[in-house]
Nanobody, 121 residues
Framework: QVQVVESGGGLVQDGGSLRLSCVAS????????MGWYRQAQGTQRELVAR???????NYADSVQGRFTISRDNAKSTVYLQMNSLKPEDTAVYYC???????????????WGQGTQVTVSS
């Protein structure tokens, strides 16, 4: 079992910045892609940003140019630097870690519990 733990959420004013971190732990699991998703109240969970095992990134249009995803493979950690935050960025942010166990060819995804980000106007 892989455990995924997010941190770094909080309350920030319009235009402010936050940095989210997500650490994955577990044995015999090779991490491939990692991503951040968010879910605002009453809406479906949506992709915010994703980074592949090779380092390629993609972003939701709504955060392009404001958010930056990065990863530290040695620490099994993915980060989300969020700048120029807006009230509409308010949501619970979830981390997803994808990969395979060393004995399997099946891709698996593990999710964290989420961290609240609130942007006040």
């Amino acid at each position: 079992q892989v455990q995924v733990v997010e941190s770094g959420g909080g309350l920030v004013q319009d235009g402010g910045s936050l940095r989210l971190s997500c650490v994955a732990s577990g044995s015999a699991f090779n991490i491939d892609d990692m991503g951040w998703y968010r879910q605002a109240q009453g809406t479906q969970r949506e992709l915010v940003a994703r980074v592949s095992g090779g380092g390629s990134t993609n972003y939701a249009d709504s955060v392009q140019g404001r958010f930056t995803i990065s990863r530290d493979n040695a620490k099994s950690t993915v980060y989300l630097q969020m700048n120029s935050l807006k009230p509409e960025d308010t949501a619970v942010y979830y981390c997803r870690v994808g990969g395979r166990y060393i004995w399997s060819n099946s891709n698996r995804n593990y999710w964290g519990q989420g961290t609240q980000v609130t942007v006040s106007s």
